[in-house]
Structure formats: structure tokens, C-alpha cells
């Protein structure tokens, strides 16, 4: 079902690291929207901090991994900076783990 793969599809963004920072993209709230169409294409929309160096690589990894979820046929990910993102979008790990808390 679709909300079997978004689920998996959280579960491979939160194996996905800013090379920098020791929290996956999922916890640090840089994932916007997910949807998955019945066709199985999956639409990311998400923001980086910044322009990193790494956003480049970043996204590829976040693309290949969601293109290789069990019913997922492709992955369009987009480059958003609507809205700006805060340090409150972070899950409470998140803010523990870079000492927010």
C-alpha cells in the first residue's frame, strides 16, 4: 500500500547523513513532503540548510535509495527553500544529538 512504502521510505531517509552533521536528513526536519503516486512514483520534496558542498551528493543518495524501495518506480526529488527551515523542524533527537536541548 501507499502508506506501507512512505513508511519505508522514512525508514531509508533516516539512513541518509549530511556529511557534517551526525543526524540523518529524516531528524534534522529537511524533509518537507513525501508522496507516492499509485503508480508507485515518489515525489520528495526537501531543503538544505544551506548550499552545501555535499547537496549535490546528498540528493542522489536520498533519489537512489528511495528508486530502490519494493514498489517504488522512480523518485523525483526537489530542492525546496519555502518555508525557511528552523532548528525546530528537528526531531528531539536531533536537537539532543547538536546539543539544542
Given at each position: 500500500t501507499k502508506f506501507e512504502i512512505e513508511e519505508k521510505i522514512v525508514a531509508m531517509l533516516k539512513t541518509v547523513f549530511d556529511p557534517e552533521i551526525p543526524v540523518n536528513?529524516?531528524?534534522l526536519g529537511l524533509i518537507y513532503k513525501i508522496d507516492v503516486a499509485d503508480s508507485g512514483e515518489a515525489t520528495i520534496d526537501m531543503t538544505l540548510q544551506l548550499?552545501?558542498?555535499?547537496?549535490d551528493f546528498i540528493m542522489e543518495d536520498v533519489r537512489?535509495?528511495?528508486?530502490?524501495?519494493?514498489?517504488?518506480?522512480?523518485?523525483?526529488?526537489?530542492?525546496?527553500?519555502e518555508p525557511e527551515w528552523d532548528k525546530d523542524m528537528m526531531s528531539e533527537e536531533a536537537k539532543l544529538e547538536l546539543g539544542f536541548l
Open positions: 536528513v529524516y531528524d548550499q552545501l558542498p555535499a547537496a537512489q535509495k528511495i528508486e530502490s524501495i519494493d514498489g517504488v518506480t522512480s523518485a523525483t526529488i526537489n530542492l525546496v527553500f
